[in-house]
């Protein structure tokens, strides 16, 4: 049996890192053979522009920038297949929706934004973690990177809004570190045998 796509999404500070990292833990001590999965990949040539744009030492027009987050994520497909081929559950920590999400809330047109990223692998589940702006900056507020703006990461909320259909799961990213983990594990243990590998996205 292939194994599950399962996309987290969330505005930047919802913990979505470090859930994404102790699901994984999790769904392995429990004998399941996860990997863990990040967009945008920094490591690739794709990725290390995208890097040196996020760390404001590059500047790119928006739209160029937008088809390089959408290229990295390209470039993983036929890995990320292979891989749930051969019957392992990828956990990925944001995917085309924080694609579309991130450069709507700049500004650009939303389909156009969804364009690039129609076709790919379409995801057995996206999780949400969601919390509001005011939790969000509890945490000790936005880091350095572009995007980190109480503005902007409203945006993208709203943007994030526009996306949602129902095979979503919103999970209450204010709890506890715990209930949250709890509350992911119990999402993907009850995500029903998957099907065949579907590419497609918004198709
Ligand atoms: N981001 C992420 C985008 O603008 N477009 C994308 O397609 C993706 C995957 O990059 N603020 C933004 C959202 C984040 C930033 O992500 C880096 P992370 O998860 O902080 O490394």
């Known amino acids: 049996m292939r ?12 913990g979505k890192t470090t859930q994404c990292e102790r699901l994984v833990q999790s769904l392995q001590e429990h004998g399941k053979d996860a990997e863990l999965v990040k967009f945008p990949d920094r490591t690739t040539q794709t990725g290390k522009m995208i890097d040196s744009y996020l760390k404001q030492t590059s500047h790119l027009d928006d739209h160029a920038i937008h088809l390089l987050f ?18 392992k559950t990828l956990i990925v920590d944001r995917y085309a929706f924080s694609g579309v999400a991130f450069s709507a ?7 156009w ?12 589940v996206v999780m949400f973690l969601d919390l509001t702006m005011d939790e969000a900056e509890k945490r000790g ?10 503005e902007l990461q409203m945006q993208v909320r709203k ?16 709890q506890t ?25 918004w198709k």
């Open 3 to 14: 194994g599950h796509l399962i996309v987290v999404e969330g505005c930047d500070r919802s």
């Open 70 to 87: 959408s290229a990295n994520r390209w470039e993983a497909m036929d890995a990320l297949k292979e891989k749930l081929s051969q019957g």
């Open 105 to 111: 809330a700049k500004g650009l047109d939303f389909e």
């Open 113 to 124: 934004c969804r364009g690039p990223d129609v076709g790919l692998l379409v995801p057995d």
């Open 141 to 150: 507020g936005f880091g350095e990177e572009r995007y980190e703006k109480r």
């Open 159 to 174: 943007e994030f809004d526009k996306l949602m259909d129902d095979t979503w799961k919103m999970v209450d990213a204010s």
């Open 177 to 201: 570190k715990d209930q949250v983990h709890t509350a992911m594990l119990t999402i993907v243990n009850e995500l029903p045998a998957p099907g065949p590998v579907r590419s497609g996205l």
